[in-house]
């Protein structure tokens, strides 16, 4: 006996099954029949035109229903109440085909997106399906995030201390979409456009071993989007970056609790950012990010290999550690006049010297490493949006980034649910 051939083809036998006993069932119902008229949405009243089949994908297979059509003279268009009903106006695919087909085009290529659908649940949709789904359903995220803020959670179920972190990962594009902009190729142009993140977390979990602050588990919610964090002063509105951050401190409660973190790479833009929109916050710049500064300054000067370049780096990240800003800039001055990255290293540590205060920070048992930040610009966009061979568009990138970040936050369950309810 084949028992994986037997269990699949029973499958196949059962769903086939039960897709008859569903589209009976519907097409028995005539309640979609409103009368000769219907309120079309011009206002004028459309004209009953008999019941029309549509074959629908569903998580059962392919069914045949039949739907009261309604067409209205004056501005020339038909609808099918019943598809507004069931979810299905506009596509060929049912809302359970719709989400699991979305989620795959989320996590995997689009190619490989359709090879799951019809491994895993039997059902077949092409890779260029699988594409305008995920990207259709991302956008409504999008727009869904955008007008959806929720009340910030209740105080007795916020932890002390929240972490804010924000960072940029570069995503490779369509030629189209670079068309003016300035990047790092040689000959200044430029090959991926910046996906800007912002990610909260607590970190009351302590490591046995280190006793430094562990992110909770559960606990870390993404934002993200290809736009721009620049503001300038007779800008009415906040950037669109900025609005993102606002929105999803406040869903976090970010503004209730007691202690407020923003971490950073130590880029000006995220500190502009905190100083107008998180005022109050503690800005800490990644520790680090802040030792591969050193470190690429000892390979500067001395060479990139042996054991000078190891042992001065090693001297300036236990002076950091230590908090000896003071001995760590004596050190880099040295050689500032000299070399250009030493002169950075030192331009940007004394730009930062109140957000490198380590010890004074592990004293209050704060988090001082943007690794959750970091791992964030891995997990919500590089795992798929950077993989070999992609290019993207910035309606199709910004619509994947949004329900990864959606499915990673843990809120797809709540836009599913906002989602039913407007087509109900």
Same mark, same amino acid.
């Given at each position: 006996?084949?028992?994986?051939?037997?269990?699949?083809?029973? #499958?196949?036998?059962?769903?086939?099954?039960?897709?008859?006993?569903?589209?009976?069932?519907?097409?028995?119902?005539?309640?979609?029949?409103?009368?000769?008229?219907?309120?079309?949405?011009?206002?004028?009243?459309?004209?009953?035109?008999?019941?029309?089949?549509?074959?629908?994908?569903?998580?059962?297979?392919?069914?045949?229903?039949?739907?009261?059509?309604?067409?209205?003279?004056?501005?020339?268009?038909?609808?099918?109440?019943?598809?507004?009903?069931?979810?299905?106006?506009?596509?060929?695919?049912?809302?359970?085909?719709?989400?699991?087909?979305?989620?795959?085009?989320?996590?995997?290529?689009?190619?490989?997106?359709?090879?799951?659908?019809?491994?895993?649940?039997?059902?077949?949709?092409?890779?260029?399906?699988?594409?305008?789904?995920?990207?259709?359903?991302?956008?409504?995220?999008?727009?869904?995030?955008?007008?959806?803020?929720?009340?910030?959670?209740?105080?007795?179920?916020?932890?002390?201390?929240?972490?804010?972190?924000?960072?940029?990962?570069?995503?490779?594009?369509?030629?189209?979409?670079?068309?003016?902009?300035?990047?790092?190729?040689?000959?200044?142009?430029?090959?991926?456009?910046?996906?800007?993140?912002?990610?909260?977390?607590?970190?009351?979990?302590?490591?046995?071993?280190?006793?430094?602050?562990?992110?909770?588990?559960?606990?870390?919610?993404?934002?993200?989007?290809?736009?721009?964090?620049?503001?300038?002063?007779?800008?009415?509105?906040?950037?669109?970056?900025?609005?993102?951050?606002?929105?999803?401190?406040?869903?976090?409660?970010?503004?209730?609790?007691?202690?407020?973190?923003?971490?950073?790479?130590?880029?000006?833009?995220?500190?502009?950012?905190?100083?107008?929109?998180?005022?109050?916050?503690?800005?800490?710049?990644?520790?680090?990010?802040?030792?591969?500064?050193?470190?690429?300054?000892?390979?500067?000067?001395?060479?990139?290999?042996?054991?000078?370049?190891?042992?001065?780096?090693?001297?300036?990240?236990?002076?950091?550690?230590?908090?000896?800003?003071?001995?760590?800039?004596?050190?880099?001055?040295?050689?500032?006049?000299?070399?250009?990255?030493?002169?950075?290293?030192?331009?940007?540590?004394?730009?930062?010297?109140?957000?490198?205060?380590?010890?004074?920070?592990?004293?209050?048992?704060?988090?001082?490493?943007?690794?959750?930040?970091?791992?964030?610009?891995?997990?919500?966009?590089?795992?798929?949006?950077?993989?070999?061979?992609?290019?993207?568009?910035?309606?199709?990138?910004?619509?994947?980034?949004?329900?990864?970040?959606?499915?990673?936050?843990?809120?797809?369950?709540?836009?599913?649910?906002? #989602?039913?309810?407007?087509? #109900?």
């Amino acid at each position: 006996m084949d028992f994986e051939a037997l269990e699949i083809a029973v #499958r196949r036998k059962a769903l086939a099954v039960a897709a008859r006993a569903v589209a009976q069932r519907l097409n028995a119902d005539h309640s979609d029949h409103q009368g000769p008229y219907a309120p079309c949405e011009c206002g004028t009243p459309a004209r009953y035109a008999g019941r029309v089949e549509k074959i629908i994908t569903t998580a059962l297979g392919d069914m045949t229903l039949k739907r009261a059509y309604y067409h209205c003279e004056r501005c020339e268009r038909g609808f099918f109440p019943r598809d507004r009903a069931l979810g299905i106006e506009g596509t060929s695919l049912s809302p359970a085909v719709m989400r699991m087909t979305g989620l795959v085009g989320a996590m995997v290529s689009f190619m490989e997106g359709g090879e799951l659908m019809l491994e895993l649940a039997g059902v077949r949709v092409d890779a260029k399906q699988v594409e305008r789904t995920a990207e259709t359903l991302g956008a409504e995220i999008a727009q869904d995030e955008r007008e959806h803020v929720e009340p910030p959670p209740p105080q007795g179920v916020l932890p002390p201390t929240l972490y804010l972190g924000m960072d940029g990962t570069g995503v490779p594009m369509r030629k189209e979409e670079l068309e003016g902009r300035v990047g790092k190729q040689p000959d200044g142009t430029a090959k991926t456009r910046e996906v800007k993140l912002a990610v909260i977390w607590s970190a009351e979990a302590r490591d046995p071993k280190t006793h430094l602050p562990m992110r909770d588990e559960g606990s870390i919610t993404y934002s993200a989007a290809i736009e721009s964090a620049a503001s300038r002063d007779t800008d009415t509105l906040p950037s669109e970056f900025a609005q993102r951050v606002t929105r999803e401190a406040t869903r976090r409660g970010f503004d209730c609790v007691r202690r407020r973190v923003v971490l950073g790479d130590g880029a000006p833009w995220i500190w502009n950012l905190a100083d107008e929109h998180l005022p109050g916050a503690i800005q800490i710049v990644d520790r680090f990010h802040a030792k591969e500064h050193l470190s690429e300054v000892a390979k500067a000067i001395y060479g990139p290999k042996g054991d000078l370049p190891t042992a001065w780096a090693k001297q300036r990240h236990d002076d950091l550690d230590d908090g000896k800003i003071p001995d760590l800039l004596a050190a880099l001055a040295l050689h500032a006049s000299t070399n250009e990255e030493a002169r950075k290293c030192a331009d940007y540590i004394t730009t930062n010297r109140e957000r490198m205060r380590y010890p004074e920070f592990h004293a209050q048992g704060l988090c001082t490493s943007t690794g959750v930040v970091e791992a964030g610009c891995k997990v919500a966009v590089g795992t798929r949006l950077k993989r070999a061979g992609m290019h993207w568009t910035l309606a199709g990138a910004n619509a994947i980034i949004a329900l990864r970040c959606c499915k990673l936050s843990g809120r797809l369950e709540d836009f599913w649910e906002r #989602r039913s309810a407007r087509a #109900r």
